[in-house]
């Protein structure tokens, strides 16, 4: 039964069932943890966390969805700190798949930092997870903090853009000092938000394109089962279905078809992008998009 989203936080501690075993043998190990929402996520294993920036690119923001939705269907949690941006990404796409998902707050789990209809969701049908006690507010000093929690938590950590000082790569330290494999997705060379990818990779990360090699890593796939996802090219549907059929016959540039569809410019970028990845569309000079295999 799901429990109610306004219902009082419960505490556990070290010697509780729910405690989840890995953060006692972590640095600075919590000595409670306050739960709002689903506390049977706790239990599901493996888990996975996705991070990035708060800022994501197109491309980045495609790529939290991709790996999160593929993570969901495989019965990975999803762990990350519902920041706006890759976190929320994440987060959102695993509820609308219909998977497991816990954020691990910087404040406490009945004041949510960012506060609405995500945080909301979340503790109706994911989880809320906080070592600050209820009432407490979000301070810069607590972020940093439950980065140590989201890693001590997860069996592998995916980076999906940051910055060269970023807090995801507070997290990927944390991870790795940990125990706990790193994963980081590399992104165009010019653009600031992949220095903090590429700078994982040359500290030792793993670079990864596919969700498929982070579930062979974690015994969930086969390598044959990773080949096979790297060619499989799933059919459009929604608003990239849309996309797609708009550009029959056209050449267009993202503002054009958002006002043909009638949708946000930023959602049809984004959808272009996962098209564009998936091997439908192509980039033309002058940021012009048109139909691949035509």
């Known amino acids: 039964m799901t429990p109610d989203k306004h219902s009082f936080p419960l505490r556990i501690d070290r010697a509780s069932p729910r405690w989840p075993a890995e953060l006692s043998s972590i640095a600075d190990a919590p000595e409670f943890l306050w739960l709002r929402g689903r506390a049977d996520l706790l239990a ?15 491309y980045g923001q495609a790529q939290a969805v991709r ?4 993570f969901a269907a495989h019965g990975v949690c999803v762990v990350s700190g519902m920041a706006r941006g890759i976190d929320a990404a994440a987060h959102e796409s695993v509820l609308e798949a219909g998977g497991a998902t816990l954020a691990v707050l910087g404040s406490g789990v009945d004041v949510p ?4 209809p995500l945080a909301e969701r ?18 810069k000093h607590h972020f940093p903090r439950r980065n140590r929690l989201i890693s001590g938590l997860s069996r592998a950590i995916v980076v999906i853009e940051a ?7 507070i997290t990927a330290h944390w991870a790795a000092d940990q125990g706990c494999e ?11 938000m992949a220095r903090g990818c590429h700078r994982l990779i040359r500290e030792g990360a793993l670079l990864v394109e596919e969700p498929e090699e982070v579930l062979e890593v974690l015994g969930i796939l086969g390598p044959e089962a990773n080949a096979a996802g ?7 549907t929604g608003l990239a279905l849309r996309i797609w059929e708009a550009l029959l016959g056209e050449t267009l540039a993202p503002d054009e078809l958002a006002e043909r569809l009638g949708g946000e410019a930023g959602g049809v970028l984004t959808a272009l992008v996962e ?20």
């Open 230 to 236: 790297r060619t499989k090219t799933a059919q459009p």
């Open 113 to 116: 930092w960012p506060p609405g």
């Open 163 to 169: 910055a060269a000082a970023s807090g995801s790569l």
């Open 182 to 192: 790193v994963f980081a997705l590399p992104g165009r060379v010019d653009h600031p």
């Open 44 to 58: 599901l294993e493996p888990r996975v966390a996705i991070v990035g920036t708060r800022a994501p690119t197109p």
């Open 122 to 139: 979340m503790a109706e049908h994911g989880l809320l997870l906080a070592e600050f006690q209820p009432g407490t507010g979000p301070r």
């Open 67 to 70: 790996f999160a939705r593929s």
């Open 275 to 294: 098209l564009e990845l998936a091997g439908f569309v192509a980039r033309c000079p002058g940021g012009l998009y048109r139909r691949l295999n035509e």
